[in-house]
């Protein structure tokens, strides 16, 4: 039988594009890590898109990136639902950053490329407004009309969020992610966490108070969703077959990655508590069941099946078992502490600072493919 299941891995620069490759990734994502939803300039995309090109292969490499969710909004409501300044403004803008990315990937690597539509905080009306906007600026385009639509849901476990929030470790991830915002009434101080110097970099101009409140995670009511995990599944497949995008990609927002919290649950998962053994025991969100639900009513609907969300190597190899599993995402787990050569110097193991290791990406492929 043959297949079309790829590898996507996220890169930030030429570098680890290549290391990618020689890994055995199919699908080059571009995104920065250093923001808390992988945002990257189009300049970057294009220098990552060059060097995937002067790569030698024989595979066809397709490219992605996303246009996020967070640089759409205007504001959000006390319930977490963005707010829209007028009519169709989140829509529009959305539709104008998912050129500007197709243009930035261009079509000469693939003709074929991925623009990734996260969908967070929106409710189910405003993401159907969002994706019809996309899908029929994108066809109607000259140049990027045969460009691949794939929406992004996060998933969301409130509870384990809840227990977890006021972790001090989670607490500064977050902070360094900038996933916050100034709040006279916030219950945590930057000033405990940061230097004056700091501080005085961070505080935007005429800021009254060094207090703020995260950005939290909200219940799938609140976004008119289902809470029961396969009614709400099938809600948003069907509202994307409806609109006309090519797949959908299941992740979690950036708080779950920061406290551990992943797409799959695993009995592996309790033993996993980092490399030294001191972080919080590793959780799932879906069963392998639910995950088996999704990728199959994706393909009942016509549509691709794309799986990202802390996915670790023991995941992979139980999420590959499914035939309709059309592509695992994967950054973290396929990045390492950098080294420098010269003065033997290691980096830090934050988010921003490891770097993708070809030997790692290798552990993810499909068990069909041949490196």
């Known amino acids: 039988m043959t297949r079309n299941r790829r590898l996507l891995i996220s890169v930030f620069s030429p570098q680890e594009a290549r290391e990618a490759l020689i890994g055995g990734a199919r699908i080059i994502d571009c995104e920065d890590p250093r923001t808390s939803l992988g945002n990257i300039s189009p300049r970057q995309i294009m220098r990552i898109a060059a060097s995937v090109l002067s790569y030698k292969t024989d595979a066809r490499i397709q490219m992605s990136t996303n246009i996020g969710e967070d640089q759409l909004l205007f504001r959000r409501g006390a319930n977490g639902i963005a707010m829209q300044k007028f009519a169709n403004e989140i829509a529009g803008k959305a539709a104008q950053a998912a050129l500007g990315v197709a243009a930035a990937m261009g079509t000469v690597v693939h003709p074929v490329n991925i623009i990734k539509i996260g969908v967070d905080a929106m409710d189910i009306e405003l993401i159907e407004e969002v994706l019809r906007e996309i899908v029929c600026t994108i066809h109607r385009s000259d140049t990027y009309n045969h460009a691949q639509i794939v929406p992004v849901f996060f998933l969301r476990d409130v509870e384990a969020w809840d227990g977890r929030k006021g972790n001090a470790e989670v607490i500064q991830r977050l902070l360094d992610l900038r996933e916050f915002y100034f709040d006279d009434d916030g219950d945590i101080d ?134 309709e599993l059309d592509s695992i995402a994967v950054r973290e787990s396929a990045s390492a502490v950098g080294r420098d050569p010269t003065s033997m110097q290691i980096g830090g193991d934050t988010r921003h600072e490891r770097r993708i290791k070809r030997e790692l990406v290798a552990k993810f492929i499909p068990p069909e493919q041949d490196l």
Request: hydrophobic letters at 40%; one cysteine or more; proline letters at 4%.
């Open 190 to 323: 930057v000033a405990d966490y940061y230097t004056d110097a700091q501080i005085a970099r961070l505080l935007p101009y005429c800021a009254r108070t060094t207090r703020i409140s995260l950005n939290q995670v909200y219940p799938y009511r609140n976004f008119g969703f289902a809470n029961d995990m396969h009614c709400m599944l099938k809600q948003i497949v069907d509202l994307c077959a409806q609109v006309g995008v090519d797949g959908l990609m299941l992740d979690t927002p950036i708080q779950h990655k920061v406290m551990r919290v992943g797409m799959l649950r695993h009995p592996r998962n309790a033993q996993d508590r980092g490399a030294d053994g001191a972080m919080p025991p590793r959780e799932g969100i879906l069963t392998i069941a639910e995950a088996r639900f999704f990728c199959q009513y994706c393909h009942w609907a016509g549509l691709e099946a794309y799986l990202a969300g802390s996915i670790q190597d023991y995941h992979a190899e139980e999420l590959w078992e499914i035939e």
